[in-house]
């Protein structure tokens, strides 16, 4: 284990080391313009999303938005049918979770997956209606819609199925998502400073029973292989975004472990603070301005790569299998 964290450090100390050496070369190359005697600070140019390089022409306006609606109901309903089990019940289930806790449904990593789940659907569809010719806080206020449908078709699809119930607290933290995504949407100030991000590694007990088109495929309930990450982008920070720091994330770090998983001995939930690598604006400044580079730049500001640096970590509970209701 200790070995593992002194990887973790000295790879990243060689990246800084790098970093800074590609920082000097690129100040040294660069012949300095003398600067007037008041200067504005232009910040770092991030994509704040997609829209920023791909748009669509107004003749394909309607059959990207069609898309649009037919895409996510769709999706919704298939992947419900294959891996939740929706309408193998006639009858409508309330069944409330507990939200919180070392008893909680799969250590709460199930309800923060409903609350990214649904800021990334708020958010695609944000990019379409803004791509397609909306101006800003319209298309915020269409994507926040439609994700709420979206997220409303999967909670009352549970209700109707054998294997779960509608549970009250999926629509909270589904609803605290969109919000999220509204405020990143509507604010590309905030958007270049922060971001909210999963991580996924297959567990070993996912690889071992992996079936294709069955729930031992569902890698969206594949709990004990995620984390869920509140990260501040250093290199979105006024005058920081200057340095090498720029690419430096800060994480905050939720994850729980065992839950419905034997390769564990405990039931474990834990919060972290860790240094990860803002591989968004890595790729923003290796790839030349178009399609790829906001692509990248765009996926790794919703996908955490894993095996970041944490750097100081707090056991919020640990319980026995056997002691664990599930």
């Given at each position: ?132 010719g909306d101006s800003r806080l319209r298309a915020n206020l269409r994507g926040a819609v439609y994700s709420e449908l979206v997220t409303l078709l999967l909670e009352v699809g549970d209700g109707y199925s054998t294997k ?23 604010f590309p100030v905030l958007d270049r400073m922060f971001a909210f991000q999963i991580e996924w590694v297959p567990t070993k007990t996912f690889r071992k029973d992996f079936k294709s088109l069955s729930e031992k495929s ?109």
């Open positions: 284990m200790k070995n593992n964290m002194y990887i973790k450090y000295i790879v990243t100390i060689i990246i800084l080391c790098m970093s800074s050496t590609v920082y000097a070369q690129a100040e040294k190359e660069e012949p300095r313009k003398e600067e007037s005697a008041v200067t504005e600070y232009q910040p770092v140019k991030l994509p704040v999303n997609m829209y920023d390089t791909f748009t669509f022409d107004e003749s394909n306006r309607t059959p990207v938005r069609v898309g649009l609606y037919i895409m996510g109901p769709a999706f919704v309903t298939v992947w419900g049918l294959v891996e939740w089990g929706y309408f193998s019940r006639y009858e409508f289930k309330m069944d409330p979770s507990d939200p919180w806790g070392a008893r909680a449904l799969d250590g709460t990593q199930d309800k923060f997956g409903h609350a990214f789940g649904a800021y990334l659907t708020k958010r695609m569809a944000s990019f379409v209606y803004r791509s397609t779960y119930g509608f549970d009250p607290w999926d629509v909270v933290y589904n609803n605290a998502g969109i919000l999220f995504g509204f405020m990143l949407d509507q569902d890698i969206t309930t594949d709990y004990s292989g995620q984390k869920i990450l509140f990260v501040t982008k250093l290199g979105g920070i006024p005058y920081v975004s200057r340095t090498p720091l720029r690419y430096v994330n800060v994480d905050l770090g939720y994850f729980s472990r065992g839950y419905a998983n034997n390769e564990f001995s405990h039931d474990t939930r834990d919060v972290y603070v860790g240094l990860s690598v803002n591989f968004s604006i890595a790729f923003g400044d290796l790839l030349p301005v178009g399609y790829a580079s906001s692509t990248a730049q765009t996926v790794f500001n919703y996908i955490h790569v894993p095996y970041d640096l944490e750097v100081k970590k707090w056991r919020l509970s640990s319980v026995d299998h056997r002691d664990q209701v599930h």
